[in-house]
């Protein structure tokens, strides 16, 4: 089983990157971008569902970011606009194996970071 997260990279402020999350090697239910910050705690950013009828976003996030997923190709994206210098982190891609709560942090599967970073 394995994630490969990509396109990471700087932007400016208000700019837009859009982050994806290859999986093989197994069955993926919920999907979750993490991002974490240096000296902060991880966070859930963002999660889809299998068939993507239920979306979850962190209060930070709303109305700026947008999670999305193709089944066919076993990725999931995470576009991300209107972004900020809080935005600066590492982004995990991870994907639990069962179904569960869509606001669980508990995830089965992670991928490598993507760095992230919105210059001022």
């Known amino acids: 089983v394995q994630l490969q997260a990509s396109g990471g990279g700087l932007v400016q402020a208000g700019g837009s990157l859009r982050l994806s999350c290859a999986a093989s090697?197994?069955?993926?239910?919920?999907v979750g971008w993490f991002r974490q910050a240096p000296g902060k705690e991880r966070e859930l950013v963002a999660a889809?569902?299998?068939?993507?009828?239920?979306?979850y976003y962190a209060d930070s996030v709303k109305g700026r970011i947008i999670i999305s997923r193709d089944n066919a190709k076993n990725t999931v994206y995470l576009q991300m606009n209107s972004l900020k210098p809080e935005d600066t982190a590492v982004y995990y891609c991870?994907?639990?194996?069962?179904?569960?709560?869509?606001?669980?942090?508990?995830?089965?599967?992670w991928g490598q970071g993507t760095q992230v970073t919105v210059s001022s």
């Open positions: 090697g197994g069955t993926f239910y919920t």
């Open positions: 889809i569902s299998r068939s993507a009828d239920i979306t």
């Open positions: 991870a994907a639990r194996n069962d179904i569960a709560t869509i606001t669980s942090d508990v995830y089965h599967y």
